[in-house]
């Protein structure tokens, strides 16, 4: 890690109070496109459609897709289906889960990128405006959620809620981890441990490493200034993900839903800000669209 002068020991960015409005800026237009991408989710409607929508509403707001021809990715958003964890492609053929391997039902036979009645899905969009990055991405449902998909919904949004609860000068970066884990594992439910939060700012990501699982008490100390995410992935199942041919789409080795939101949030003199905090009041599925 560079050795600025403005980055503690840790090699974690200090911003300065000004920066907080460029956050505040670009987090609130990432958050304002997912609540207006909620009318087009609706089974028929394909993925790469959604993503051309949210390709349009970013440029129109004179900002840049931050994932657009990052490391090779070519799409304007993530979108992650059933039990897809992360980094899900618009546009390519939903991945099967189990039922969908063995279902003779053709409404069930899907190889392209339509959603179906009952997926539940997560978009994840990141700006750039005027040089600053905003984050985030909450969980979308296809018509009406199936057997347990709300439950784990729920549980995830009260993981990420949780989590940024214990953000304050002095706490430690474990301490997030161990409001979440503890929360999640208490529900019967599992933390991705292979994907985690991250710093940003006037990069994408940036130290440090937010994981989301750990102990109390550990880790870097939280100083006004840092602004990072925090994004838990959670499963119904074990947590174990594998990659597939794509190289992006990381999906439930076991094949069990998965869902995760993300905010991105700052260290106030006394607490924390979110940045990406849904100006419609639209974050969770459930609440009014
Ligand atoms: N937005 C994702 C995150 O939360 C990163 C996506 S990178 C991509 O960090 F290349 F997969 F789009
Ligand atoms: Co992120
Ligand atoms: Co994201």
Redesign the pocket.
């Known amino acids: 890690m560079r050795k600025d002068v403005d980055r503690t020991p840790d090699g974690i960015k200090l911003h300065a109070p000004e920066d907080f409005a460029g956050m505040r800026a670009a987090g609130a237009l990432a958050a304002r496109i997912l609540d207006e991408i909620a009318p087009h989710v609706a089974p028929g409607v394909k993925t790469g459609e959604l993503d051309e929508i949210i390709h349009e509403k970013i440029i129109e707001a004179g900002a840049t897709p931050a ?1 657009l021809g ?2 090779g ?1 070519t799409k304007s958003s ?1 979108i992650s289906i059933n039990h897809v964890v992360c ?1 899900g492609i618009p546009g390519n053929p939903v991945p099967k889960t189990k039922s969908e391997t063995i279902s003779r039902d053709l409404e069930k036979r899907r190889d392209d990128d339509r959603l179906l009645t009952g997926d539940v899905l997560n978009i ?1 969009v ?1 700006v750039i405006l005027d040089g600053w990055f905003g ?1 985030t ?1 909450r969980m979308y449902v296809a018509g009406k959620p199936k057997g347990p998909a709300s439950r784990l919904i729920d549980i995830t949004h009260e993981a990420l809620m949780r989590g940024i609860s214990v953000v304050r000068p002095g706490a430690r970066f474990g301490d997030i981890g161990h409001a979440i884990q503890s929360y999640v594992e208490g529900e019967r439910c599992s933390v991705v441990r292979d994907f985690c939060g ?1 710093g940003l700012g006037r990069v994408f ?1 940036d130290s440090p490493s937010v994981v989301h699982y750990g102990r109390s008490g550990t880790g870097p100390e939280m100083r006004p200034g840092m602004f990072f ?1 925090i ?1 838990p992935m959670v499963n119904l199942g074990r947590p174990e993900t594998k990659i597939l041919d794509d190289g ?1 789409t990381a999906v439930t080795r076991d094949k069990s839903l998965s869902a995760q939101f ?1 905010h991105s949030v700052g260290v106030t003199e006394d607490g924390v800000e979110i940045f990406t905090l849904s100006p419609a009041g639209r974050f969770h599925p459930t609440w009014d669209r």
Request: with cysteine; aromatic share 18%.
């Open positions: 994932t990052y490391r990715y993530c980094h994840d990141t984050d991405s991250h990501h995410t994004e992006w993300e």
